[in-house]
């Protein structure tokens, strides 16, 4: 799940997978967020692997979050 709790500025939210090269592979992502807005997205995934969380913003000042739940 991502969430834009800032002003003013969209973000994005993404999930990635940890490989042993770069770039990670992009597992997830979610569509531009206005403020106030969230948004979950699924995807599968496989025992061992690592996974993170990354918010883009459209500028500096913009805040959100990435959670991800491991179900």
Do not use: C, H
């Amino acid at each position: 799940m991502a969430a834009n709790n800032g002003f003013s500025t969209q973000t994005r939210g993404y999930a990635y997978k940890s490989i042993d090269w770069w770039p990670d592979s992009v597992v997830a992502s979610t569509n531009w967020l206005n403020p106030g807005q969230e948004e979950t997205r699924n995807f599968t995934q496989q025992e061992g692997d690592k996974y993170y969380g990354q918010i883009v913003g459209q500028t500096v000042g913009s805040r959100g979050y990435v959670t991800i739940t491991v179900k």
